[in-house]
């Protein structure tokens, strides 16, 4: 398994601001991915982080809003820019860690409220 | 696309009772199939996992779940719920084919009333 730490745990936030969510995992692995739960809703995969390369993003998500930086094989962030109330959810970072394609983990997730 | 579809959004039930939490997904091909689970104000959890083999797999907490492939399905069961039964159950389905991402259902929040 994987162990998976998220900072900030929440924050609150005033529009047109940014936040920096930081990932930190207690092992190397290669695939990082950053996941939103709007409120009462299911998660919904934002993006793709791969060490060495460009996140990946998916349809609805774009680059510009959600930059993601992957330094290294431990760590990521993923930046919420230019924040809107909409933008309120819970971010996650996730890993796929074990064996062959493995199983993936999740984070505690931070908790974003945008005023 | 791919798609993954939880029958029940709302489930309640008594302690004791059993559960059954149904899950199809909307394609073919070999697929990794999970289930989370997401207690009050914690993280989401792995229950359990299919990747091929047996299809009836038995998780943590005395979960378990069936994979049809005829059907497309992977339903959780547990015979026996308990008051810390109670959470928000997500099943997921992994394609190689789709670059390894989860594919999440809407998920079950699931009372068990004492």
């Known amino acids: 398994s994987a162990v998976i730490s998220q900072k900030p745990s929440r924050d609150i936030c005033q529009r047109g601001t940014s936040l920096t969510i930081q990932c930190q995992v207690d092992?190397?692995?290669?695939?990082m991915f950053w996941y939103r739960q709007q409120p009462g809703q299911s998660l919904t995969l934002i993006a793709t982080?791969?060490?060495?390369?460009?996140?990946?993003?998916e349809s609805g998500f774009v680059i510009d809003k959600f930059p993601i930086s992957r330094p290294n094989l431990t760590f990521s962030t993923l930046t919420v820019s230019n924040m809107s109330p909409e933008d309120s959810s819970i971010y996650l970072c996730?890993?796929?860690?074990?064996?062959?394609?493995?199983?993936?983990?999740f984070g505690p997730g931070t908790r974003l409220l945008v005023l | 696309a791919q798609s993954v579809s939880q029958h029940n959004h709302h489930v309640i039930l008594s302690e004791a009772a059993s559960l059954e939490l149904g899950c199809n997904y909307s394609?073919?091909?070999?697929?990794?199939l999970f289930w989370y689970v997401q207690y009050p104000g914690q993280h989401l959890q792995l229950l359990l996992k299919?990747?091929?083999?047996?299809?009836l797999v038995k998780g943590i907490k005395g979960f378990e779940a069936e994979f049809i492939k005829s059907k497309f399905s992977f339903n959780l069961r547990k015979p026996s719920v308990q008051w810390s039964d109670t959470a928000e159950y997500f099943c997921?389905?992994?394609?190689?084919?789709?670059?390894?991402?989860?594919?999440f259902g809407g998920g079950t929040r699931v009372l068990v009333k004492p």
């Open positions: 092992s190397q692995v290669t695939m």
């Open positions: 394609y073919g091909g070999t697929v990794n």
């Open positions: 997921a389905v992994r394609r190689k084919a789709a670059g390894n991402k989860l594919t």
């Open positions: 982080a791969n060490q060495g390369s460009e996140a990946t993003y």
């Open positions: 996730s890993v796929n860690a074990g064996q062959g394609v493995g199983t993936q983990y």
């Open positions: 299919y990747f091929s083999g047996d299809p």
